[in-house]
């Protein structure tokens, strides 16, 4: 194809595949920028997806000049929100729910492996080559003098073409080892391969992941939590001998595939990743457990959420008992988390357990009786510890059937009074 034809195509690509009303924005940059004498880039991601044909509304630019200055003079209006970092070269522009993410073209030196780079301002082209793999280090000028133009200094599009992820250089997963983890996620999410060079020099650096701050580790376990199958990645990882660097008995078995396949079809999306992270350790110990989350320096939260998950799996053979009254499954299940409680529900080997977790959430958490405190007072309840004993009486009455009726609730709390 001749270079105006690919040229030709490729700003026909752009068109159909951003909405109308990104485009224009994205051509409100590029004039300002032309104005400016700097010159606008579209970058990464969203440049190997528009040439996958796959969605992925995420711009980022690169500008050759000053991005922090160019933004400053496109946020005029007062519905544009900016924030920027002056000493990164980087801004965002905020357009409601969209936004625009652009940097100075830059050029970074690792200092020491694993360490977050140091970065000086430089040329698109240093831009691209500090980049991860071959397939996000391609860029499309924006520019109005080469607009659509194909910047592919490493031949990022036929390894696209070909499915295969690729460094750009061999210290790649030295100086960066997350990149042992962003490789893996592509090659599942997009069904590519490693290619055998690049294959090998990651089973050379695992170790390198120990470089790797707990907050970073923690950011790129997120990112595969979030992807449609992340077993798949979790699974890689674990034939890669990566997985343990994170924690030496994490398991990427089939058991992991099942259980998180079961979670997607039983759960809303967003409990997703929180309920992966608690089947990904669920048959750690407890002191596993804590340098899994000592590795991952996880939020409190979190943190807490994977604690209740074990501790719960703990006393599960309590609501292994056809006889277990639905009082003593709401007391014993009442103060857990209920994220804790869906992951037992769905690792648990035991059906009876299940059933029992199950009714916990679906029906048990959300019993009320009809009467409150002011109501039993008004029935002659002295206020204090009497009234808490009938309140609470009363809930498990009403939890194992024993009364139905506000009337019932009231012949109860009557009969209880001293
Ligand atoms: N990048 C990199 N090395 C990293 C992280 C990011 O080189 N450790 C570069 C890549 O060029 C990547 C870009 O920064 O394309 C943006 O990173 P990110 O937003 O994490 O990924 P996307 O490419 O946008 O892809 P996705 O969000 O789909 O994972």
Known sequence: MTEDRAKMNLALQLEQYLPPWILELVRGVSEEADRLGQRVYLVGGVVRDLLLGQANF????????DAVRLAQQLARSPQIKLVTHPRFGTAKLGYGDFSLDMASARQETYASP???????????????????FTMNAMSICLASKDYAILIDPYDGKSDLERGLIRVLHSRSFIDDATRI????????RLGFSLEPGTAELLVRDVPMLRTISPDRMRHELELILRERHPERAIER?????????????????????????????????RQLPSLYLCLLVYHLSKEESENFIQRL??????????????????????????????????????????????????????????????????????????????????????????????????????????????????????????
């Open 237 to 269: 990882l674990g034939e890669l001998g990566a997985l343990q660097q994170i924690n030496p008995q994490l398991k990427g078995n089939g058991w992991i595939a099942e259980r998180f396949d079961r979670t997607r079809k039983l759960n809303k999306a």
């Open 297 to 418: 320096n996880l939020p409190k939260n979190t943190a807490q959420v994977l604690r209740d998950t074990l501790r719960l799996k703990g006393e599960l053979c309590l609501l292994d008992r056809p006889s277990v009254k639905r009082s003593a499954v709401y007391s014993l299940l009442h103060g857990y988390n209920p994220v804790a409680i869906q992951a037992n529900a769905v690792a648990s080997e035991s059906p009876l357990a299940c059933s029992n977790l199950e009714l916990f959430l679906t029906r048990l958490r959300y019993v009320k009786t009809a009467l409150d405190g002011e109501k039993l007072i008004s029935l002659g309840i002295s206020a204090g510890p009497e009234l808490g004993r009938v309140l609470q009486e009363l809930h498990r009455a009403k939890l194992d059937g024993e009364v139905k009726t506000r009337a019932d609730e009231e012949r109860l709390a009557l009969s209880l009074k001293p």
């Open 114 to 132: 694993g360490a977050l780079p140091k970065v000086f301002p430089g040329t698109l082209s240093d831009d691209l080559s500090r980049r991860d």
């Open 181 to 188: 983890l962003r490789a893996v996620r592509y090659e599942q």
């Open 58 to 65: 995420d711009l980022d630019l690169v500008i050759e000049g």
